[in-house]
């Protein structure tokens, strides 16, 4: 089982950043998976918030386009998802996900908060 291990969520005022990050011990995964992050708010459904492919193509939510960056760095066995313009309704447990095949991994998930 894939471990995917999230960090740099936190509590920030509205208009305010974050740096989400995601890394794994099997350093194997950054060389043949999608990686993504998703979000989910209490009792709402969980949502993709930004993908980024092998070939660093890159697709967001229409609700995040403009505000955050999603972007993989394959020899350091990152992904990040820079967060800019924080809004509240950004708050949630954010959560990195790993495709590859027809294999489908998650983190724990994060949590971010934005609120004054």
């Known amino acids: 089982q894939v471990q995917l291990v999230e960090s740099g969520g936190g509590l920030v005022q509205p208009g305010g950043s974050l740096r989400l990050s995601c890394t794994t011990r099997y350093t194997s995964i950054f060389s043949i998976a999608d990686m993504g992050w998703y979000r989910q708010a209490p009792g709402k459904e969980r949502e993709l918030v930004a993908t980024?492919?092998?070939?660093?193509?890159?697709n967001y939510a229409d609700s995040v386009k403009g505000r955050f960056t999603i972007s993989r760095d394959n020899t350091k066995n990152t992904v990040d998802l820079q967060m800019n313009n924080l809004k509240p309704e950004d708050t949630a447990v954010y959560l990195c996900?790993?495709?590859?095949?027809?294999?489908?991994?998650w983190g724990q998930g994060t949590q971010v908060t934005v609120s004054s």
């Open positions: 996900n790993a495709q590859f095949g027809i294999n489908n991994f």
């Open positions: 980024i492919t092998l070939g660093k193509s890159t």
